[in-house]
């Protein structure tokens, strides 16, 4: 969604792909403030 600031647009795939790798897949739609300081740390 930030991005969108910045006039780039939406890529879902890599969006999904990126999630995967960093095993953040089951929080794909958690606010920011919900993850943990690790999860932080790998967004």
Do not use: P
Request: proline share 0%; no cysteine.
């Amino acid at each position: 969604i930030q991005s969108g600031y910045f006039g780039l647009r939406r890529n879902e795939d890599w969006i999904d792909a990126l999630l995967h790798h960093l095993d953040l897949t089951a929080k794909a739609d958690a606010n920011m403030r919900s993850l943990s300081g690790g999860m932080k740390r790998r967004v």
